[in-house]
Antibody, heavy 119, light 108 residues
Framework: EVQLVQSGAEVKKPGESLKISCEGS????????IAWVRQMPGKGLEWMGI????????RYSPSFQGQVTISADKSVSTAYLQWSSLKASDTAMFYCARRSREGGYFDYWGQGTLVTVSS | IVLTQSPGTLSLSPGERATLSCRASQSVSSSYLAWHQQKPGQAPRLLIYGASTRATGIPDRFSGSGSGTDFMLTISRLEPEDFAVYYCQHYGSSPLYTFGQGTKLEIK
């Protein structure tokens, strides 16, 4: 069974750094792209970026380029999303999702990680 | 490419038929059009890919159709568990992945 399990909720202060994770299981983690998707409170889904764990090839949405860093460690089947200096506007739910091999759609989703940034 | 979903909110009763629209700002390949369902407090779930193919385990009351710039998700007879937010998603070139703003399907 394919599963994406994300790290737990975080409460941080503005200016702090953060790294959240997404562990894949039940499939060959190295061979599927993993995307990160933001959902701000009460809003829709926004694609942030995507990584291919096999060679760490990474693409970012222009809206998030330079704002976050996406990485992966295939030895532990885990993808990461990190911030060097959080802002209050980074408060959101973040989902990882596996990209299918066939059509570019996201076929499996993690359960989400809620990040709250507040002073 | 911008995906525009309509209506923003759809109020229907269980047993009724729901038709949700997703319009692309330019023609897209139907191979790269998907629909996701998100229930309150839950992660999204893939419903339809390739514009019309149901994902594994999705009931046949859900169907997708369309081509070019106009795509539809139809739920033939609404069940109580179908009331949720629905997003269309496209895989393109720049940005690589785009979501519509969502349609909220609520109980009338």
């Amino acid at each position: 069974e394919v599963q994406l399990v994300q790290s737990g909720a975080e409460v941080k202060k503005p200016g702090e750094s953060l790294k959240i994770s997404c562990e894949g299981s039940g499939y060959s983690f190295s061979n599927y792209w993993i995307a990160w998707v933001r959902q701000m409170p009460g809003k829709g889904l926004e694609w942030m970026g995507i990584i291919y764990p096999g060679d760490s090839d990474t693409r970012y949405s222009p809206s998030f380029q330079g704002q976050v860093t996406i990485s992966a460690d295939k030895s532990v089947s885990t993808a990461y999303l990190q911030w060097s200096s959080l802002k209050a506007s980074d408060t959101a739910m973040f989902y990882c999702a596996r990209r299918s091999r066939e059509g570019g759609y996201f076929d499996y989703w993690g359960q989400g990680t809620l990040v709250t940034v507040s002073s | 490419i911008v995906l525009t979903q309509s209506p923003g909110t759809l109020s229907l009763s269980p047993g009724e038929r729901a038709t949700l629209s997703c319009r692309a700002s330019q023609s897209v390949s139907s191979s790269y059009l998907a629909w996701h369902q998100q229930k309150p407090g839950q992660a999204p779930r893939l419903l339809i890919y390739g514009a019309s193919t149901r994902a594994t385990g999705i009931p046949d009351r859900f169907s997708g159709s369309g081509s070019g710039t106009d795509f539809m998700l139809t739920i033939s007879r609404l069940e109580p568990e179908d009331f949720a937010v629905y997003y269309c998603q496209h895989y393109g070139s720049s940005p690589l992945y785009t979501f519509g703003q969502g349609t909220k399907l609520e109980i009338k």
